[in-house]
């Protein structure tokens, strides 16, 4: 073991063969002989093993660093004297003309010229590639030591910047300021406003150009942004191009085509793109889009949307989808709001929206005072029908502009969320619009709408269509600002189908319902629920007391069948609460003793089972089923049923008592009845003038009704219905309100709204104690705007009538603010 | 001396004491003392001693030799024969390659012992053959021996049964310690160093150890290249075998560098030798030149030596004097200058002559010179050519100085080092932000007074590239009644941090961030958030930050697939992380945890 | 290019200066970083097109070890903890100087 361990160890030799080596001179002319051969390409007969060996001898010879110096001066040689003498002389005179050539054949001369040259250029480079990755192969002992022992930089690095020192920057002739690289320069910016302007260029070759400027540093450490490409390439073919496309931009505009515009810029960018990929580098991509941007889009896409007769407008006039998604992605590009195009989008919404909310005050038109409700029945129908019709159309109208420029959000907007808020607030922008001197209507036409539909417009309608039909509906509700006003109407509309059942469907009644909870919240529907709530609570009530009626009382009585209606007074419009004027204090009508009887039992019931209640009578809301008998002249008799309105039931029965013919004036039936004039004067007419349902007679016949008027009972009616409707003149349908009609909407609306106002207020102030004027009126408008809009002076107001009430106190002036009085 | 100072410092160590461990407290409670202990147990092997003797004496008065009292009753003749072959057998046996191996077992006996080694192998090679009776060693029963009979406790062989009850004691514990230790120790200290590499070392590397192996039968290293010397200086030092015979290797006239990281082994002639025997030194580097003394100095400048770069570490025994004269000397031609270390000369004067005449300097470095003060720092900003500069001041320094003297050279500054200076405020940072243009490595570490804000202020749109190598460790608050920091964080924390991996993440190389403790979770988080890479980070420093979890980490090694080494010391909510093949984990708990888990006792 | 192409065959030649041969795969030999470069088949070395590595300045008993050292490489390529190769003291010193020479 010890005679082991004991074993020299031999030192090392540099090379078994002590020979020739050891002299620097030999090994470097060795050394620099081959690699001539290397750039000469004529490597193989070289052995690596020799040539690294040389270098390996010379660095162990600690002369490492004066290879180093060699190697450049070898290599700069090599370059000034053959390489950049091959390139220069591929630079034909065409080149180096100014930019701007424009003849066509000289730029055609110019344009092989300049392909020599990169040609020459491009081998140049890669030869120089390639060699000196050889080279630096061959060296990579002496560029280990170099760069370990003395921090150079590598030998491939340097000599990299040798070529771009001695090749690219050096001037094409001796007398001139021009480089080599001047001319590659403006060769390739050449070569692009050529394939720009139409023309087929060998892409291939130019980025292989590119690829030596992206391989080339302006310094030494080659950092990623000291690429020459970066550093003095890329910011010339930015600048050309910005000319080039505010003249483009230029051109374009003056065509007047928004169309083309839009096609070229689109073209443009894909062309540029693909530039990017083919001919020039990645690098450059977004860079060269910020120009087209700017240049091109940004500069003039307002213009572009607003161009007379082919801009926006006649796109979207003519649903132009193409064009409208070109625009659209063009404007994305430069503004996240695409200004020019939503405001073009909304004037437009909003100006077709104005023809549709004209059309259909145009069509109701012809009814030239809205009050024509005291002239004859035959002329005045006509009108009120017209108008509603309108209403119907205007949401057809609106419905059909939505679906438009829904189908263009979709198909050309791509759903843009921008986009689709501005189209949303212009409709409801036209929508909210008041119309000429009256305020919007849409409220009360969305709601006839519905109405007509869910009293015939769904007939014979799948189950689908009435979903699609009411969604539709919802959608336009959801563009009205005033929702309490909707729900005023809707409640109106509703109490006459529900309590006239009218209704097509009550499944579609309450589809509905549950259609506005989903879009506009549970308070809203409440009371509209409580409205059908009390539907079925009186059918169970009916049916209960006609058993209590059965049981109870004597069974002979010839008795008078009962169908009541019990409804919660605050859920109700108040139209129908309180069609009594409620200024005057009315005894309420005298019913005749039968149904006075029936009436008193039912109440005496009622009570019974609810105590405390108050039951007051809606006699204008109601119907009775009677049957008459007409005593012929011929002594025939002629039973027919009868379905009038309680009033005029009223009416009827006080005939029974008076003897054929004798008569009853206006006055004499007021009396006896103390029906409201009104609906007296109604119910006369519709059973002395209606031509079908004359069951009495007037003397003198007219259409007015006068206090002296007689009435007879009318033996000889005629009808070929063994039942016969006779519905009450006006107030039975749901139709536009008049003038009148609406200024007491708008009266009971804005008290309502007082009241919310007010409730929210104190809401507010309960829970806050004190607040800023400014805060507390923000808080108040957050809190209603689901409902409404309310107005800053009512809210004012309420809060003056609250301090007055002592309900909150001024605690502070400036800035106000308001305290809660507990 | 050395022996000297030992004896001096015991004795003033009998004077302190320590403080008890836990079980000498428990011995001491119930009346136990190591003295005692080690009473009963010589009383004991006494009590035994006799007792054997007692037997023998007994049992075979007549028979001295011990070795042969089993052979009772046996005929002169036959014993004489059988001592014959006894001895052929004997011989035969130490020849054997299995009484080497046996013998290099017991290490240290005399030569004499040879012969009861061979012996004792005898025995057991006599033990019966297969086929063969004997009775149990532990029950006493007769069976019959097979090639798989085991040895009992005393050598004897066993039964079926009895071995079968001791293999079922010894076996696995035996099998399993010595699978698990198989180099686990070689491996937790490699992992210490970050080596975790995958596969084998370079051929280069591994002959590099075994020359370090075999030095001193070594002569000559031949035509050795220098790059190799200076990793079988670094190796050797490591191992602190250079000594003046392994220095000469070193020392060969062609070369021009010498590289001696631990030169605490050398004498003063041996530091002469090193200038007179390589004329062409231009790159000097010696650490721990404890005995290099004025007159090497004096040697060196008469020789006329070429020295661009020179670092000496704790040459204490060179005066200011020499120093200046040196400074005077070498000063036009130096390139490099790193001195640390030295508490006996350097003083403000002397630095003030090195700034003086040391003109071209591109890189100094200062570290540890206790006489350093102001004054020096002040001087250094004449440097007009320093691309590098790496500074430890043990003097409390003038913060304007500092700003200044930074201030006029930082533009050119290629790396930048400043250790210790714990009353630079914002302003420096600031300074560095506003002048430094081409800085690839920055340290600025234990600073407790640069805010966050200031580090944001300072990576936040910094006109100067990525930087490479940054060291910012150190920089937090330290006020240990509010260990969270003032609201405001001092330091390098949350934002800092992410101002610096935006600016420089796509370069870095090497991040030391330990004791920045004020960088939450959050932060880290952002920082290598998923998608974000950083390609170049080899090595990262995260000690003492608790806020580092297993999720973190393991986002690290997510967002960097270059990562070699992770140092995680005291980061207490790393538990469990999934660490890559080729990362090295240092620090932590998992290094602890693996040790105890592979004893498996 | 055309006639180094055929001649990429597996195997390659690495000759000693004293004229050993030794016949390894192809990867094997480019673990030395020198051995690699010379192979290159886009450079036209007559190493390249011959697939023979003549290695003047080392000794058939070096490159022997030099080529049981590229097979233990390849071996324990993908494996941590690689127990060391064993090297006979006395070579140590000119294994490491070709090491260095062959980048290995």
Redesign the interface.
């Given at each position: 073991m010890a005679l082991r361990?004991?074993?020299?160890?031999?030192?090392?030799?540099?090379g078994l063969t002590v020979t020739k080596t050891d002299d620097f001179e030999t090994n470097w002319k060795d050394l620099s002989t081959s690699l001539r051969k290397i750039h000469t390409k004529d490597a193989s007969n070289l052995s690596f093993e020799q040539l690294y060996r040389n270098s390996y001898n010379i660095?162990?010879?600690?002369r490492g660093e004066e290879l180093y110096e060699r190697i450049k001066v070898l290599e700069r040689e090599w370059l000034e004297e053959e390489v950049q003498k091959r390139v220069t002389a591929s630079i034909s005179p065409s080149l180096l003309l100014a930019t701007h050539v424009d003849v066509q054949d000289q730029a055609n001369e110019r344009r092989e010229a300049g392909e020599r040259f990169l040609a020459v250029l491009k081998e140049a480079w890669e030869d120089h590639q390639l060699c000196m990755g050889m080279i630096t192969d061959v060296l990579m002992y002496m560029d280990?030591?170099m760069s370990?022992?003395h921090r150079k930089p590598s030998i491939y690095v340097v000599v990299m910047a040798l070529f771009r020192d001695h090749v690219l920057r050096s001037p094409i002739r001796p007398d001139t300021k021009t480089t080599v690289y001047d001319v590659l320069e403006s060769t390739v910016l050449f070569m692009i406003q050529l394939e720009r302007s139409g023309h087929i260029i060998d892409r291939p070759l130019i980025r292989h150009c590119i690829y030596m400027l992206e391989g080339l540093y302006e310094t030494i450490t080659e950092?990623e942004?000291s690429k020459l490409y970066l550093t003095v390439f890329e910011p010339a073919f930015l600048e050309a191009s910005r000319k080039f496309y505010q003249a483009e931009g230029r051109r374009l505009l003056e065509t007047g085509d928004a169309a083309t515009f839009c096609k070229s810029a689109m073209d443009r960018l894909s062309e540029e793109t693909e530039r990017c990929i083919d001919t020039l580098s990645s690098l450059t991509e977004a860079k060269i889009k910020d120009v087209l941007d700017n240049e091109l889009i940004k500069n003039n896409i307002a213009e572009v949307v607003k161009l007379e007769g082919t801009g926006a407008r006649n796109m979207l006039d003519n649903d132009r989808i193409d064009n409208l998604r070109s625009i659209y992605v063009l404007s994305a590009r430069v503004d996240s709001k695409k200004t020019p195009l939503t405001t073009a989008v909304q004037k437009r919404i909003v100006e077709m929206g104005r023809e549709v909310n004209a059309s259909a005050i145009a069509s109701a038109a012809p009814s030239k005072k809205p009050e024509a409700g005291e002239k004859k029945p035959s002329e005045k129908e006509k009108p009120v029908n017209l108008q509603t019709v309108a209403a119907i159309k205007w949401v057809d109208d609106i419905l059909a502009l939505k679906a438009k420029f829904d189908n263009i959000w979709q198909n050309a907007f791509q759903c843009d969320q921008v986009m689709q808020s501005a189209i949303t607030s212009s409709f409801s922008e036209f929508i909210n619009l008041s119309q000429g001197a009256a305020d919007s209507r849409s409220s009360e036409y969305l709601s006839l709408f519905f109405d007509e539909n869910l009293k015939k417009g769904i007939k014979g309608k799948t189950d689908s269509e009435v979903d699609t039909l009411l969604d539709n509906g919802i959608t336009l509700l959801r563009y009205i600002k005033d929702k309490d006003m909707f729900e005023a109407y809707y409640k109106k509309h509703l109490s006459r189908r529900l309590l006239m059942k009218r209704s097509v469907s009550m499944d579609a009644e309450r589809q509905m319902i549950s259609k506005m909870k989903m879009e506009v919240g549970n308070q809203f529907t409440q009371r509209l629920e409580a409205m059908f709530k009390d539907m079925t609570i009186s059918e169970d009530l009916t049916s209960s007391y006609k058993e209590h009626v059965r049981q109870s009382s004597d069974p002979d009585q010839k008795k008078v069948e009962l169908d009541i209606n019990v409804l919660t007074s605050t859920m109700w419009p108040m139209e129908i609460m309180s069609n009594v004027r409620s200024e005057d204090v009315q005894l309420s009508c005298i019913f005749p003793k039968e149904v006075e009887s029936v009436k008193q039992s039912f109440e005496q019931f009622y009570l019974g089972k609810h105590n405390g209640r108050k039951l007051s009578w809606q006699a204008s809301m109601g119907t009775a089923d009677i049957r008459a008998t007409f005593q012929r002249s011929n002594g025939k008799t002629q039973r027919h049923e009868l379905n009038v309105s309680t009033y005029a039931m009223i009416i009827l029965l006080l005939f029974n008592d008076v003897p054929a013919g004798e008569s009853l004036t206006y006055t004499e039936i007021q009396a006896q009845t103390r029906i409201p004039d009104h609906d007296l004067i109604r119910n006369l007419q519709s059973l002395a003038v209606a031509p079908k349902t004359r069951v009495l007679k007037k003397d003198p016949m007219s259409k007015d009704v006068k206090p002296t008027d007689k009435f007879f009972f009318n033996h000889d009616f005629q009808s070929p219905f063994m039942k016969v409707r006779i519905g009450v003149v006006s107030g039975s349908a749901n139709k536009v309100e008049n003038q009148d009609q609406r200024k007491e909407t708008e009266k009971k609306m804005s008290e309502e709204r007082g009241a919310s106002i007010e409730a929210a207020i104190v809401r507010i102030m309960k829970q806050r104690k004190t607040l800023i004027h400014s805060q507390l009126m923000n808080e108040v408008l957050t809190q209603l705007s689901a409902r409404f809009v309310p107005d800053v002076n009512m809210i004012k107001k309420r809060i003056e009538s609250l301090i007055d009430r002592e309900y909150l106190e001024r605690v502070e002036e400036d800035p106000p603010t308001y305290g809660y009085v507990a | 001396m050395y022996q000297q100072f030992r004896a001096e410092r015991r004795q003033t160590r009998n004077q302190i004491r320590g403080p008890h461990s836990a079980l000498t407290d428990f011995l001491a409670s119930n009346n136990i003392s190591a003295a005692q202990i080690h009473q009963n147990h010589q009383r004991r092997l006494r009590d035994f001693e006799r007792q054997s003797a007692a037997e023998r004496q007994g049992s075979s008065p007549d028979d001295s030799d011990d070795d042969e009292f089993q052979h009772v009753g046996e005929s002169a003749e036959d014993r004489k024969k059988r001592k014959r072959k006894e001895a052929v057998a004997l011989a035969k046996i130490k020849q054997s390659k299995e009484f080497a191996r046996h013998k290099a077992r017991r290490t240290g006996g005399p030569d004499d012992a040879d012969d009861e080694i061979a012996r004792e192998m005898m025995h057991q090679r006599s033990q019966p053959l297969p086929g063969q009776l004997e009775n149990c060693e532990i029950c006493g029963k007769r069976f019959t021996v097979t090639p798989y009979s085991k040895a009992g406790p005393q050598g004897g062989l066993l039964c079926s049964k009895c071995s079968k009850a001791l293999a079922d004691d010894e076996k696995k514990p035996k099998a399993n310690r010595r699978g698990a230790r198989s180099?686990r120790r070689?491996?937790q200290s490699?992992l210490l160093d970050g080596l975790?590499h995958?596969?084998?070392?370079?051929?280069?590397e591994?002959?590099?150890?075994?020359?370090a192996?075999?030095i001193n039968?070594?002569?000559?290293?031949?035509?050795?290249?220098?790059?190799?010397l200076h990793r079988l200086s670094q190796i050797l030092c490591k191992r602190r075998v250079l000594t003046p015979r392994t220095l000469n290797l070193f020392l060969r006239p062609?070369?021009?560098?010498i590289d001696i990281y631990d030169a605490a082994r050398l004498e003063t002639h041996d530091f002469e030798k090193i200038f007179a025997l390589m004329p062409?030194l231009s790159h000097v580097n010696i650490r721990f030149a404890g005995q290099l003394k004025d007159k090497v100095i004096e040697y060196m400048l008469d020789r006329n030596l070429q020295v661009k770069r020179l670092q000496l570490d704790a040459a204490n025994l060179v005066s200011d004097a020499y120093w200046q004269q040196l400074f005077q000397k070498l000063g036009p031609q130096l390139e490099t200058l790193k001195l640390s270390n030295l508490d006996f000369s350097l003083d403000d004067e002397t630095i003030e002559v090195m700034c003086l005449y040391c003109t071209p300097l591109r890189r100094l470095k200062l570290k540890q010179c206790w006489k350093a003060g102001n004054r020096s720092l002040q001087a250094i900003s004449g440097l007009t050519s320093l691309e590098h500069l790496s500074l430890d001041y043990v003097q409390e320094i003038e913060i304007e100085i500092l700003l200044s003297t930074i201030s006029k050279i930082s533009p050119r500054l290629q790396t930048l080092s400043l250790e210790g200076f714990s009353n630079a405020d914002d302003r420096l940072l600031g300074i560095i932000h506003d002048n430094c243009r081409a800085l690839t490595k920055l340290r600025f570490s234990d600073n407790a007074v640069c805010t966050d804000r200031g580090f944001v202020n300072l990576f936040t749109g910094w006109a100067n590239?990525p930087l490479e190598n940054v060291d910012l460790s150190s920089t937090r608050d330290v006020d240990n009644t509010n260990p969270d920091g003032p609201k405001d964080a001092t330091g390098l924390a949350s934002r800092g941090l992410v101002a610096l991996m935006n600016h420089s993440g796509s370069k870095l190389q090497k991040l030391n961030i330990a004791s920045c403790r004020h960088v939450s979770h959050s932060a880290f988080e952002e920082i290598f958030s998923a998608g974000t890479t950083y390609p170049n980070l080899k090595e990262l420093d995260v000690s003492f930050h608790t806020v580092v979890d297993d999720y973190v980490v393991g986002r690290i090694f997510q967002c960097c697939p270059k990562l070699q080494k992770l140092v995680a010391f005291a980061c207490f909510n790393l538990r469990d992380a999934q660490v890559p093949?080729g990362v090295a984990l240092i620090g932590g708990l998992k290094a602890q945890d693996s040790i105890v888990l592979q004893g498996n006792y | 290019m055309s006639a180094s192409k055929p001649s990429q065959s597996e195997y390659v030649t690495l000759v000693s200066g004293d004229g050993f041969e030794f016949v390894i795969p192809r990867s094997t030999a480019c673990v030395s970083g020198t051995i690699r470069r010379m192979l290159e088949p886009s450079s036209r070395f007559s190493e390249a097109v011959t697939g023979r590595c003549v290695l003047e300045n080392i000794s058939g008993i070096v490159l022997e070890k030099?080529c049981e050292?590229f097979c233990?490489?390849e071996k324990?390529?993908?494996?941590?903890?690689?127990?060391?190769?064993d090297?006979p003291?006395e070579l140590?010193?000119e294994?490491?100087?070709a090491?260095?020479y062959?980048d290995?």
């Open positions: 361990a004991r074993q020299k160890i031999r030192a090392p030799r540099r660095v162990l010879m600690m280990r030591v370990t022992d950092e942004s | 180099g070689q491996n490699n975790a995958q596969g084998a070392l370079s051929l280069a591994m002959c590099t150890k075994k020359v192996d075999n039968d070594i002569e000559e290293f031949g035509d050795l290249p220098s790059q190799l062609d070369l021009d560098s062409n590239p093949a | 030099v050292y233990y490489n324990n390529k993908n494996q941590t903890y690689v127990p060391d190769m090297i003291p140590c010193l294994l490491l100087m090491a260095d062959l290995t």
